[in-house]
């Protein structure tokens, strides 16, 4: 099974600061590649499909790129309700993989 | 608006059984893929399992094959999971997810539910 690896495991960023993560798959996966957020104590909502593609109703501060096997998810300027564990997800086949997560704090 | 509400979570002995249900609304249910994922408190999301929207096609991770059978009704708007030898580590907020298109995989979880809590314990 191909696996994703997600860094950092945490960070802490300013309000205003560019937050880049990264998340790397063991195997070539095109562009199938997701990116979700979870605020705390909520479920987790798409941010973005295809690698690139912003889901329809999120802030345009969230970006995301790469392909095959290496994927990042951009948040220009953090704001303060960006305060979240993201996670990356595989869906090119089953089994769909989730990444380990990377908790976002503000400084 | 897209809803899905999930419920059947609860305390269980190891070994014991339970079936989990989501009910969705705001979409029609029979043209879109589900699936189900979970998480462990303060962990990562895992999924668990898939069904595309005629449930030709069923996928179980490794960690739930054999013991944990998903399925749907069309009819009644109703995703199930229906768990069995259950064990400690099957501990988690269990999460129903609607896909954005016929399949699980090649379609993003597009729409999610609260989640329902299990605990495996004796």
């Known amino acids: 099974d191909i696996q994703m690896t997600q860094s950092p495991s945490s960070l802490s960023a300013s309000v205003g600061d560019r937050v880049t993560i990264t998340c790397r798959a063991s195997?070539?996966?095109?562009?199938?590649l997701a990116w979700y957020q979870q605020r705390p104590g909520k479920s987790p909502k798409l941010l973005i499909y295809?690698?690139?593609i912003l889901q329809s109703g999120v802030p345009s501060r969230f970006s995301g790129g790469g392909s095959r096997t290496d994927f990042t998810l951009t948040i220009n300027s953090l704001q303060p309700e960006d305060v979240a564990t993201y996670y990356c997800?595989?869906?090119?086949?089953?089994?769909?993989?989730f990444g380990g997560g990377t908790k976002v704090e503000i400084k | 608006e897209v809803q899905l509400l999930e419920s059947g979570g609860g305390l269980v002995q190891p070994g014991g059984s339970l079936r989990l249900s989501c009910v969705v609304s705001?979409?029609?249910?029979?043209?879109?893929?589900m699936s189900w994922a979970r998480q462990v408190p303060g962990k990562g999301l895992e999924w668990v399992s898939g069904?595309?929207?005629?449930?030709?096609?069923?996928y179980n991770a490794d960690s739930v094959q054999g013991r944990f059978t998903i399925s749907r009704d069309n009819s009644k708007n109703t995703l199930y999971l229906q768990m069995s030898s259950l064990r400690v580590e099957d501990t988690a907020t269990y999460y129903c997810?609607?896909?954005?298109?016929?399949?699980?995989?090649?379609?993003?979880?597009?729409?999610w539910g609260q989640g329902t809590t299990v605990t495996v314990s004796s």
């Open positions: 705001g979409f029609t249910f029979s043209n879109y893929a």
């Open positions: 069904i595309s929207d005629s449930a030709i096609h069923t």
């Open positions: 295809g690698a690139s």
């Open positions: 195997r070539d996966i095109n562009d199938w």
């Open positions: 997800q595989k869906y090119d086949g089953a089994p769909l993989t």
């Open positions: 997810a609607v896909h954005s298109g016929r399949d699980y995989y090649n379609y993003p979880m597009d729409g």
